[in-house]
């Protein structure tokens, strides 16, 4: 069974530009989230999806935004890019979300510049 | 606000000894733990759970505690291998809810 992808891997933008970032979860998984990881603050909860509705939602701005597709497939968007956008986005999946472990995918690497 | 917490950003062994990491949380809902472990460039992943109903799940050389009372688990890894060498994360959700991950500990085990 195929992983958690998530592509690009590595991404480098610049200031006031906008970003998609993708994420196919495992096969049968219906619930992605999404996280931040920056350096001493850990991973970071923006949002969860399920079934195509945003289910759970983090404490970011408005610029982070995301979707999910029928095939479960989800996307991350941020727009108006800042520095400290600059992170690791990770991408997880798990059947239905509810107290399961998650899987994570490798990541995409984020540099704003 | 970090509901989930580890003091310890860091941590070194030996070989051969017993790794203990710590990590606290403040919701009393939270009925779900959980530890991962991630190397560079890679994305987390999955150690061990435990439910809230339990105070100790153990997996091979891998047991988590859990003390509700005090809000902390722990993850005791025994014997500790240069391996195990990763930054570890705590985790923690209730019900549907989003899971909290703390900021993480690097353990080191030296050989």
């Known amino acids: 069974k195929a992983g958690v992808t998530q592509t690009p891997r590595y991404l480098i933008k610049t200031r006031g530009q906008q970003v998609t970032l993708s994420c196919s979860p495992i096969?049968?998984?219906?619930?992605v989230s999404w996280y931040q990881q920056t350096p001493g603050q850990g991973l970071q909860f923006l949002f969860e999806?399920?079934?195509?509705?945003?289910?759970n939602k983090g404490n970011f701005p408005g610029r982070f935004s995301g979707r999910q597709f029928s095939n479960s497939r989800s996307e991350m968007n941020v727009s108006t890019l800042e520095l400290g956008d600059s992170a690791l986005y990770l991408c997880?999946?798990?059947?239905?979300?509810?107290?399961?472990?998650?899987?994570f995918g490798s990541g995409t690497q984020l540099s704003v510049l | 606000d970090q509901q989930v917490k580890q003091n310890s950003p860091s941590l070194s062994v030996q070989e051969g000894r017993i790794s203990i990491l710590n990590c606290d949380y403040t919701?009393?809902?939270?009925?779900?733990f959980l530890w991962y472990k991630k190397y560079p460039a890679e994305g987390p992943t999955f150690l061990i759970s435990?439910?809230?109903?339990?105070d100790k799940n153990e997996d091979g050389r891998f047991t988590v505690f859990l003390n509700k009372s005090a809000k902390h688990l722990s993850l005791h890894i025994v014997p500790s291998q240069p391996g195990d060498s990763a930054v570890y994360f705590c985790?923690?959700?209730?019900?549907?809810?989003?899971?909290?991950f703390g900021a993480g500990t690097r353990l080191t085990v030296k050989p």
């Open positions: 435990i439910s809230s109903i339990k």
């Open positions: 999806y399920f079934s195509e509705t945003q289910r």
């Open positions: 997880a999946s798990s059947p239905t979300g509810l107290n399961e472990k998650l899987f």
């Open positions: 985790a923690a959700r209730r019900n549907n809810n989003d899971m909290r």
């Open positions: 096969s049968g998984h219906r619930s």
């Open positions: 919701n009393s809902m939270f009925d779900y």
